[in-house]
């Protein structure tokens, strides 16, 4: 998919662009880490979806990294033209209400790792500083409905969505017949080969809870700093 982008132009770009980010997007932070450490010409699209997922829960730190990336790779066609599922991005000064939307109640399992995810989500918030409210909405609450808490989210003033976690919600996004109304950062992924409807779904691969702690971690070490 990175080979043909040179041959493609408008709008084939860019369905080619969110093909090629939703696909590393699905890797885990170690696996990221092990393929950026190598010398190759897919470099600058590694070392944006690394910026992604090891900072999926500090807005902040992926607007940094974001204008760091854009710095370093500024001759890059992606500099310039950014998958629009990076939109949420543009306006990060602006966002003062995100809400987090998890399974917190949807069965042992899931709600253990909802509940390591919220862990490291307010890790990274409290380590940044950051004065933005968070909304915490559980998902479980909307099984066959997920649109209706995205739109609970929007009414709250929420302005970013984080999550929802499970696939069956996930696929109920990328199919849904209108856009979004505000961006939703899902933290998993459903058909790769769909692009959503809707230009500002931003999916990750899901975490264990190993490296949800991992990513605490990072973020309190980054916070120290």
Same mark, same amino acid.
């Given at each position: 998919?990175i080979?043909?982008?040179?041959?493609?132009?408008?709008?084939?770009?860019?369905?080619?662009?969110?093909?090629?980010?939703?696909?590393?997007?699905?890797?885990s932070?170690?696996?990221?880490?092990?393929?950026?450490?190598?010398?190759?010409?897919?470099?600058?699209?590694?070392?944006?979806?690394y910026?992604?997922?090891?900072?999926?829960?500090?807005?902040?730190?992926?607007?940094?990294?974001?204008?760091?990336?854009?710095e370093?790779?500024?001759?890059?066609?992606?500099?310039?033209k $950014? +998958?629009?599922?990076?939109?949420?991005?543009? =306006?990060?000064?602006? &966002?003062?209400?995100?809400?987090? %939307? /998890?399974? *917190?109640?949807?069965g042992?399992q899931?709600?253990?790792?909802s509940?390591?995810?919220?862990?490291?989500?307010?890790?990274?918030?409290?380590a940044?500083?950051?004065?933005i409210?968070?909304?915490f909405?559980?998902?479980?609450?909307?099984?066959?409905?997920?649109?209706?808490?995205?739109?609970?989210?929007?009414?709250?003033?929420?302005?970013?969505?984080?999550?929802?976690?499970q696939?069956?919600?996930?696929?109920?996004?990328?199919?849904?017949?209108?856009?979004?109304? $505000? +961006?939703?950062?899902?933290?998993?992924?459903? =058909?790769i080969?769909? &692009?959503?409807?809707?230009?500002? %779904? /931003?999916? *990750?691969?899901?975490?264990?809870?190993?490296?949800?702690?991992?990513?605490?971690?990072?973020?309190?070490?980054?916070?120290?700093?």
């Amino acid at each position: 998919l990175i080979d043909i982008s040179s041959l493609l132009d408008g709008q084939q770009l860019a369905k080619n662009q969110e093909l090629i980010f939703n696909s590393l997007n699905r890797l885990s932070i170690h696996r990221l880490q092990k393929l950026r450490s190598k010398k190759n010409k897919y470099k600058p699209w590694i070392n944006l979806a690394y910026i992604m997922v090891q900072y999926k829960y500090n807005l902040e730190q992926q607007r940094k990294q974001l204008a760091r990336w854009q710095e370093k790779w500024e001759d890059h066609p992606l500099a310039n033209k $950014l +998958p629009k599922s990076l939109s949420h991005l543009q =306006d990060a000064n602006q &966002i003062t209400h995100i809400a987090l %939307l /998890l399974p *917190f109640t949807a069965g042992t399992q899931l709600a253990n790792l909802s509940s390591a995810i919220r862990s490291g989500f307010m890790a990274a918030y409290f380590a940044s500083g950051s004065n933005i409210m968070v909304s915490f909405i559980d998902s479980s609450k909307y099984d066959g409905h997920i649109f209706d808490a995205i739109r609970l989210s929007a009414m709250k003033g929420a302005q970013l969505v984080i999550g929802p976690l499970q696939k069956k919600h996930i696929y109920a996004l990328q199919s849904y017949p209108a856009p979004l109304p $505000l +961006p939703v950062l899902a933290l998993n992924y459903g =058909d790769i080969a769909t &692009i959503p409807i809707a230009n500002n %779904l /931003l999916q *990750f691969g899901l975490l264990p809870e190993d490296e949800v702690q991992y990513i605490a971690e990072q973020a309190w070490r980054e916070g120290k700093k």
